[in-house]
Every structure is written in structure tokens, then in C-alpha cells.
């Protein structure tokens, strides 16, 4: 399976606008995937914990390094995506 990463792109970018103001956890499922909760990220006490499915990755970090690593990829997929595939995936995100 190809990890479809326009399609997460847009999901952290629409997470990031919402969890400025909200603390909201994020669940990303797929449309291409049957898997359920390809990767997420909850708040767990006071730091937050990121996982994939039923599997915990990393846990005790900010909400302010969740937003950056989110940002950041967000950033990198806007970038390479059109060098590499030579098409534009800004509105796609969900920026303007």
C-alpha cells in the first residue's frame, strides 16, 4: 500500500487550525486504507501521547511539538510533492 500522504497532509493541516483553539486529539483513518487509526495524537494527563491502530509510538510531548512536527511535514509535502510529481497540492491541503 502507498501511504497517502496528500491525503494526511490535509487532515494535520485541518488539526492544526482546530487545535490552536481547541486541544483537540487527532485520528487520522484513510480513505485507502481499511485499517482504522493510521496514526493519531491524544492528550493523555498533561502531555500528549502518538500512536498508530492500538500501538503507542511516543508519549510525555507538547501540544507545541505536535503542531510543529505537523507544520513542518505539512510544509515538506507542499514542497516535494510538486518538484517530485510536478503537481500542485496547495488547495488540496486546504490553503489558499
Do not use: C, T
Not at 502531555?47 to 510544509?75: K, N, P, Q, T
Amino acid at each position: 500500500m502507498e501511504f497517502p500522504i496528500v491525503e494526511l497532509a490535509y487532515h494535520l493541516q485541518k488539526w492544526s487550525n482546530a487545535s490552536a483553539r481547541e486541544h483537540l486529539p487527532f485520528n487520522y483513518e484513510s480513505m485507502e486504507s481499511a485499517e482504522a487509526a493510521l496514526l493519531w495524537f491524544r492528550p493523555v494527563g498533561g502531555d500528549w501521547s502518538v500512536g498508530y491502530s492500538d500501538g503507542l509510538l511516543l508519549s510525555g510531548l507538547e501540544l507545541r511539538e505536535l503542531e510543529r512536527a505537523a507544520a513542518g511535514f505539512v510544509d515538506q509535502v507542499l514542497e516535494e510533492v510538486p518538484r517530485q510529481v510536478g503537481v500542485e497540492v496547495k488547495e488540496v491541503v486546504g490553503l489558499p
